[in-house]
């Protein structure tokens, strides 16, 4: 299966905690990141989730924010360090490439914040986005 979803990256689920409805899953990501997992208990279920499971962790470019200097005091769970590989700037928005330790992501964001940033190649930054955007697939 092919999908738009521009941010795919390999792990192993190290934890499963159930809730009510929902649960959180960790995963370990080949380059040794943690991220964590927000998804339904049907999905746990349907995934067949444990721990030992390899998975993809999915995430839209759309929800990937970048911060250039210290992130504290915020309740966004994942927190990636790494550095940007490539700034593709249109009239709105820019695509940035961010290489981190065993992959890369990409963040859509304004063409505003990139400037603000002053993102570019070498930039180093942190990429953030909640676990209630973090998808998982199985093989």
């Known amino acids: ?3 738009s979803i521009r941010n795919q990256i390999p792990g192993t689920v190290t934890a499963v905690t159930p809730g009510e409805a929902m649960a959180t899953v960790k995963v370990r990501l080949d380059g040794g990141q943690d991220v ?3 998804i339904t208990l049907d999905a746990v279920k349907d995934l067949g989730l444990a721990v030992g499971s390899t998975v993809r962790t999915l995430v839209k470019a759309t929800e990937v924010s970048l911060a250039t200097g210290p992130v504290e005091g915020l309740s966004i769970r994942n927190r990636l360090p790494g550095t ?20 890369e992501l990409t963040a859509a964001i304004t ?11 070498g ?13 998982l697939a199985t093989a």
Not at 123 to 135: C, D, Q, Y
């Open 1 to 3: 299966m092919s999908l």
């Open 123 to 135: 930039t180093a930054v942190t990429a953030l986005f909640k676990s209630t955007e973090v998808s």
């Open 84 to 103: 940007v590989r490539e700034v593709a700037t249109g009239a709105a928005m820019a695509s940035v490439r961010v290489s981190v330790e065993g992959g």
């Open 36 to 38: 964590t997992a927000a």
């Open 111 to 121: 063409k505003d914040a990139a400037t603000d940033l002053d993102l570019t190649e």
